[in-house]
């Protein structure tokens, strides 16, 4: 018999989650005016809202905790972590940030301009946030494939050449400041990138004179299904892959909350020259210093550790394959989700789950807050509230896939809690005949309304 999988950890400490019932969660939900992002995280039960910083560190990376270097300039813990970043990525420069986010603000400060337009796979909501602050457009060039939930396809992160070359050929190059490559491509469903694409994307820019980056906050997730799915790739190690992914690129941006395996972090790594020095200026007006950029010395040291672990193999497929174990479970049900499953999260597909609420009615919302009702699961809505409305017509925007996203922390639950996830979804879908309304907004922010948007049951 072939043997399963297996966590290449043990459990040394462990924290304990609350059950509540039904009553107490539907007062809970409305004083949160049913937004998930509102309710305490006490009264959660399994909290799969983000695997964005709420992973457990091991028992290395809390050992870095207390040697930190803690020294403004020239701290221990930096070089480490500026050490690591170079073995890793194989990019020249670095400059450490508070989150994801940040190395977002810090890069794009130094590259997007007011009427630029930055092409890419599906573009994760602060990335796009950030680009259209700048009154600048993201424009989306993943392959169809990505917008059908029931496709299997190995590689649903990546980008349609030719869609990218339209965008090439309509602007000017001056214009097109990079391509933002994002792996896995978040906003797709956590979909991979294959070697054989970024190689593409890689030439297409070098054709057209265009730098390529990387929103890489999962890269070793990408890795991950890389070696498990690209022909030549089956016998290559976790590092070998993610070096070679990254040698295709100009530069990088990654939230460390993610593959870097700590609760707060993220960084920017790159190879002109140029570039590193405009940036730099913006990371020390926003972030801090350059030998900190907005983290402690402890977790910058912790984060060198997590990258490392991240990048083993025995850690990713008990990471990937405890998302694949939720995933057939629900397929096993019945219950709709996007194939092949995500790196890091399930994916709900509440246009096939809940087709009677309309769209208008924000379907995948409330789909993610009966969830919360039944079983004290705490997931998030990746569809119309998370599209926001369109910049200039401030109209609602209208994606072609309404879900509702299961994202799962790195090394924090068990099977266990998976099979009681998967469990109250079954119930949900046993009696989703009833659910035929939804919800309204009574309150919401210009900008990224989903964290804070207030909604009245309908
Ligand atoms: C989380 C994430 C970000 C933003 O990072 P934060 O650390 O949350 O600021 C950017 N891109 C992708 C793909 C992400 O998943």
Same mark, same amino acid.
């Given at each position: 018999?072939?043997?399963?999988?297996?966590e290449?950890?043990?459990?040394?400490?462990?924290?304990?989650i609350?059950?509540?019932t039904?009553?107490?969660?539907?007062?809970?939900?409305?004083?949160?005016?049913?937004?998930?992002?509102?309710?305490?995280?006490?009264?959660?039960f399994?909290?799969?809202?983000? $695997?964005?910083?709420?992973?457990?560190?091991?028992d290395?990376?809390?050992?870095?905790?207390?040697?930190?270097?803690?020294?403004?300039?020239?701290?221990?813990?930096?070089?480490?972590?500026?050490?690591?970043?170079k073995?890793?990525?194989? *990019?020249?420069?670095?400059?450490?940030?508070?989150?994801?986010?940040a190395?977002?603000?810090?890069l794009?400060?130094?590259?997007?301009?007011?009427?630029?337009?930055?092409?890419?796979?599906?573009?994760?909501?602060?990335?796009?946030? +950030?680009?259209?602050?700048?009154?600048?457009?993201a424009?989306?060039?993943?392959? $169809?494939e990505?917008?059908?939930?029931?496709?299997? +396809?190995? *590689?649903?992160?990546?980008?349609?050449?030719?869609?990218?070359?339209?965008?090439?050929?309509? +602007?000017? #190059?001056?214009?097109?400041?990079?391509v933002?490559?994002?792996?896995?491509c978040?906003?797709?469903?956590?979909?991979?990138?294959?070697?054989?694409?970024?190689?593409?994307?890689?030439?297409?820019?070098?054709?057209?004179?265009?730098?390529?980056?990387?929103?890489?906050?999962?890269?070793?997730?990408?890795?991950?299904?890389?070696?498990?799915?690209?022909?030549?790739?089956?016998?290559k190690?976790? #590092?070998?892959?993610?070096?070679?992914? *990254?040698?295709?690129?100009?530069?990088?941006?990654?939230?460390?909350?993610?593959?870097?395996?700590?609760?707060?972090?993220?960084?920017?790594?790159?190879n002109n020259?140029?570039?590193?020095?405009?940036?730099?200026?913006?990371?020390?007006?926003?972030?801090?210093?350059?030998?900190?950029?907005?983290?402690?010395?402890?977790?910058?040291?912790?984060?060198?550790?997590?990258?490392?672990?991240?990048?083993?193999?025995?850690?990713?497929?008990?990471?990937?394959?405890?998302?694949?174990?939720?995933?057939?479970?629900?397929?096993?049900?019945?219950v709709?989700?996007?194939?092949?499953?995500?790196? +890091?999260?399930i994916?709900?597909?509440?246009?096939?789950?809940?087709?009677?609420?309309?769209?208008?009615?924000?379907?995948?919302?409330a789909?993610?807050?009966?969830?919360?009702?039944?079983?004290?699961?705490r997931?998030?809505?990746?569809?119309?509230?998370?599209? $926001?409305?369109?910049?200039?017509?401030?109209?609602?925007?209208?994606?072609?896939?309404?879900?509702?996203?299961?994202?799962?922390?790195?090394?924090?639950?068990?099977?266990n809690?998976?099979?009681?996830?998967?469990?109250?979804?079954?119930?949900?879908?046993?009696?989703?005949?009833?659910?035929?309304?939804?919800?309204?907004?009574? $309150?919401?922010?210009?900008?990224?309304?989903?964290?804070?948007?207030?909604?009245?049951?309908?």
């Amino acid at each position: 018999m072939e043997l399963p999988y297996s966590e290449p950890y043990k459990i040394k400490m462990v924290e304990s989650i609350k059950r509540s019932t039904k009553e107490q969660r539907l007062k809970w939900i409305k004083k949160a005016n049913y937004n998930l992002f509102n309710l305490s995280s006490e009264n959660v039960f399994v909290d799969l809202l983000t $695997d964005s910083g709420t992973g457990a560190m091991s028992d290395k990376q809390w050992a870095e905790m207390m040697i930190g270097d803690e020294s403004y300039a020239g701290s221990s813990s930096f070089l480490k972590l500026k050490k690591t970043v170079k073995k890793i990525t194989g *990019f020249k420069y670095f400059l450490p940030t508070h989150q994801g986010r940040a190395a977002e603000n810090v890069l794009f400060s130094a590259l997007v301009k007011e009427g630029d337009f930055v092409p890419g796979n599906s573009h994760f909501d602060t990335t796009k946030g +950030h680009i259209e602050f700048r009154k600048a457009t993201a424009v989306d060039c993943t392959i $169809d494939e990505a917008f059908d939930t029931s496709i299997i +396809h190995p *590689f649903k992160g990546n980008v349609d050449l030719s869609k990218l070359e339209d965008v090439f050929k309509s +602007h000017p #190059k001056e214009k097109i400041p990079f391509v933002i490559l994002t792996i896995t491509c978040n906003s797709a469903g956590g979909q991979p990138v294959s070697v054989k694409n970024t190689r593409e994307v890689s030439e297409l820019c070098k054709q057209y004179g265009i730098p390529l980056y990387f929103d890489a906050a999962r890269y070793a997730e990408n890795a991950y299904f890389i070696k498990k799915r690209e022909a030549g790739y089956e016998n290559k190690t976790i #590092k070998e892959i993610v070096k070679e992914v *990254f040698s295709y690129g100009d530069g990088m941006t990654i939230s460390a909350k993610k593959d870097g395996l700590v609760n707060m972090g993220g960084f920017i790594a790159l190879n002109n020259k140029a570039v590193f020095k405009q940036a730099t200026v913006f990371n020390i007006m926003y972030e801090g210093f350059i030998t900190y950029g907005g983290m402690n010395g402890r977790d910058m040291g912790a984060l060198a550790v997590g990258l490392d672990e991240a990048t083993e193999f025995n850690y990713l497929e008990s990471r990937v394959e405890q998302i694949a174990h939720l995933g057939k479970k629900l397929v096993e049900y019945g219950v709709p989700v996007l194939q092949p499953f995500g790196g +890091h999260a399930i994916f709900l597909d509440a246009n096939k789950f809940v087709p009677k609420i309309p769209r208008e009615e924000y379907r995948a919302q409330a789909l993610a807050i009966e969830l919360y009702i039944v079983g004290g699961i705490r997931g998030v809505e990746i569809g119309t509230v998370l599209a $926001d409305r369109d910049p200039f017509t401030r109209k609602n925007r209208f994606p072609d896939l309404e879900m509702v996203r299961l994202a799962v922390p790195r090394r924090t639950y068990t099977n266990n809690h998976m099979d009681y996830v998967a469990a109250c979804l079954k119930n949900i879908f046993d009696t989703r005949e009833e659910a035929k309304s939804g919800y309204e907004i009574t $309150d919401e922010a210009p900008i990224m309304r989903h964290f804070t948007v207030k909604f009245k049951k309908i």
